[in-house]
């Protein structure tokens, strides 16, 4: 079984040099293979056309997508009693599923050829990046601390409900539900937390160039971090819509 792990990135030009010697070589085993049996092709010859092309499809997606890590690509096994007739044409490889190389993929494999045939190919791609992680056992509701929380290395082919990168995006936010150390903190288990309550009394900020005006008022509903409330100036009594930029402070623009 071969396996592929790759740390640095490399440049588009350096992963097409790579798929064209990854071609050579599949077609010199191609060779060899035709030497002992010159009317089929053998598992090995499509599980290493799956391997190349998952290669460049990933670092491809990667570069795409300016997504940093590394990745692994397991091509499963394939039946060794599996005959295809020789392709007299060059293998052809696609993506099948899903839309995305990451997780569980099926990569078609086709010739083309005077005798088709279509081989389905099942494999793994694991992409690893760093994600935030509870350091110790948190319980639900509570407000989430910088010593709360940590940066490790996981497999995210296998996180569906969205994963953070910062410990600045956890930091500040309300669980939803308790968890354990070392847990992977996805979006389900977070909620913007109320750090100004209805009826607080706040601070009401309005800038304008180098002009910073500060004023009391009274919040009229419940705000979290960057959230608009509506605000009551206690000055001139009007109602506002105002920022909660930090707890008891609410910013409006002039």
Not at 44 to 59: A, C, H, K, P, R
Not at 143 to 160: F, K
Not at 168 to 195: N, S, W, Y
Request: charged share 20%; hydrophobic share 40%.
């Amino acid at each position: 079984m071969d396996m592929k792990t790759t740390v640095s990135r490399r440049t588009r030009h350096s992963r097409y040099r790579r798929l064209l010697c990854a071609w050579m070589a599949l077609f010199a085993v191609g060779a060899g293979i035709t030497a002992r049996a010159a009317d089929v092709t053998l598992p090995d010859l499509l599980i290493g056309v799956t391997q190349g092309f998952l290669e460049f499809t990933v670092e491809d997606y990667l570069a795409t997508t300016q997504t940093p890590g590394r990745y692994e690509i397991q091509v499963n096994q394939l039946d060794p009693r599996l005959r295809m007739p020789m392709c007299d044409k060059e293998l052809t490889a696609s993506l099948e599923s899903p839309a995305q190389p990451i997780g569980r993929v099926t990569v078609k494999v086709r010739c083309e050829g005077t005798s088709p045939w279509t081989v389905f190919v099942p494999a793994q791609v694991k992409l690893f990046r760093d994600v935030v992680v509870v350091s110790r056992p948190l319980k639900r509701s509570g407000i989430i601390g910088y010593e709360d929380v940590i940066l490790r290395e996981r497999d995210i082919s296998l996180i569906n409900q969205g994963y953070l990168t910062s410990v600045d995006q956890a930091v500040g936010q309300r669980l939803t539900r308790p968890m354990v150390a070392d847990q992977v903190i996805t979006l389900v288990h977070l909620e913007q937390a109320e750090v100004i309550r209805k009826g607080d009394q706040v601070i009401i900020s309005a800038s304008s160039g180098g002009l910073n005006v500060k004023m009391p008022g009274e919040a009229l509903s419940n705000g979290g971090m960057s959230e608009q409330i509506r605000v009551k100036n206690l000055n001139s009594n009007r109602v506002i819509k105002a920022r909660v930029t930090a707890p008891g402070q609410v910013e409006v623009a002039l």
